[in-house]
């Protein structure tokens, strides 16, 4: 009798084992997928932003491997503007990378494409399609009504398209 309830002890322990040692592969494989498919890579996770203050908007806005950014540029101001400069740059207080524009008048309710470098550090930024440009947009500008300049910056998370 007690070798019986020693075979019955044993085979209730295989089976125990083996369910859930193939719960553990299924699991497994479950797990396998997801990274394969991108799941747990922090980029998935990051939502694009292009961020100006309340009277300036940012539309389109597509970053390349080259580095270079293309986004249209709307303004509500109340009058109309001229553009003198944009920069995409990962430090808002380095002056280096602006690209100058002369003088794009953009009217009150009005929009502009743009297509400027961004840099990293003062070099030009390039990289490859998925990875994520982490900085600011900078735009220079001088209001028709006032004759004084200004400068809008807006943070801007963008993945390389």
Known sequence: MEHKRHTVG??????YLITYGWL?????VVI????????????????DTCS?????????VALYPNGTLTFGFDQATGSTINVTGVSC??????????????QISIPTEGNYSFNVQCWSNATAYSSTIGNIYDGYLVINYT???SGFPHTAIGPLVQKVT
């Open 10 to 15: 044993l085979q209730a322990a295989m089976e």
């Open 143 to 145: 209001s028709l009504s």
């Open 32 to 47: 396998v997928a997801l990274f394969a498919f991108g799941v747990f890579r922090p980029t998935s996770f990051v939502q």
């Open 24 to 28: 553990l592969i299924v699991v497994m």
């Open 89 to 102: 740059t990962t430090n808002v207080y380095d002056l280096h990378p602006f690209t100058p524009i002369h």
């Open 52 to 60: 100006l203050p309340a009277e300036f908007g940012c539309t389109n």
